[in-house]
């Protein structure tokens, strides 16, 4: 199973550029909440591989506290499209934390659903089939 975290809400500018844009204060609990919600299903992440921009890259740092997993960075879910098979092989089940549209374009590459991830969403894939799509709220249901 491949999960697919979109990052947290993220300041709407930053001096140094795009890639530099943090989280707010609602995307670090966003992606906290992500975490612990996945911990709570005990979903079996063993793989943790996210965007070098800063807002995916805090994302997952902060997800991951709540799994016990180390971030890789790959430069492939900077932005544009990517193979989410690919990425995650030979990995278990792999947590991919990116950006949008990139994502919901895998997803329907993947599988043929179009599905639009929320900022702190996470879409579920198995195979071909779209396991599970959690919005924030949902998340933030299940991780209290």
């Known amino acids: 199973m491949i999960y697919l975290l979109r990052h947290g809400e993220a300041e709407d500018g930053n001096p140094d550029g795009d890639a530099a844009r943090r989280l707010t204060e609602k995307g670090e609990r966003q992606a906290r909440d992500a975490g612990l919600a996945l911990a709570a299903l005990e979903v079996g992440i063993e793989a943790c591989i996210a965007s070098p ?17 180390e971030v890789e960075v790959a430069e492939t879910l900077r932005g544009g499209a990517f193979d989410a098979f690919d990425l995650a092989a030979g990995r278990g089940e792999v947590l991919l934390v990116g950006h949008e549209p990139d994502f919901s374009n895998e997803v329907a590459r993947l599988t043929g659903a179009n599905v639009a991830l929320k900022k702190g969403g996470i879409a579920v894939v198995d195979g071909s089939t779209v396991v599970a799509l959690w919005r924030p709220k949902e998340l933030r249901r299940i991780a209290r």
């Open 53 to 69: 921009k800063v807002r995916a890259l805090e994302t997952a740092r902060i997800a991951c506290e709540a799994l016990g997993v």
